[in-house]
Nanobody
Framework: EVQLVESGGGLVQPGGSLRLSCEASGFIFSSYSIAWVRQAPGKGLEWVSIIDSDGGSTGYVASVKGRFTISGDNAKNTLYLQMNTLKPEDTAVYYC??????????WGQGTQVTVSS
């Protein structure tokens, strides 16, 4: 059974940092691209970042470029999102999702990130 389990969310002050984790199971982690997607209160889903299956290529939405870093540890079957210099507009539920062309076919349950003073 494919599972993606996020953790690491919480409440942080503006300018602070958090590291999200996404633990994968039930599939060969290194064979898939995996993304972070977020949903802010009252808004739709927003793609945030993606890392390809061999970790050699990454992509970011413009609003987080230079502040967020995506990485993966194939030995631990875990995806990370290091988030620095957080802003209130980063407040959202963050999901990890597996990409299997042409869609994101499995999603985690999400982890809440709240940036507030």
């Amino acid at each position: 059974e494919v599972q993606l389990v996020e953790s690491g969310g919480g409440l942080v002050q503006p300018g602070g940092s958090l590291r999200l984790s996404c633990e994968a199971s039930g599939f060969i982690f290194s064979s898939y691209s995996i993304a972070w997607v977020r949903q802010a209160p009252g808004k739709g889903l927003e793609w945030v970042s993606i890392i390809d299956s061999d970790g050699g290529s990454t992509g970011y939405v413009a609003s987080v470029k230079g502040r967020f870093t995506i990485s993966g540890d194939n030995a631990k079957n875990t995806l990370y999102l290091q988030m620095n210099t957080l802003k209130p507009e980063d407040t959202a539920v963050y999901y990890c999702a597996r990409y299997s062309l042409p869609e994101y076919d499995y999603w985690g349950q999400g982890t809440q990130v709240t940036v507030s003073s």
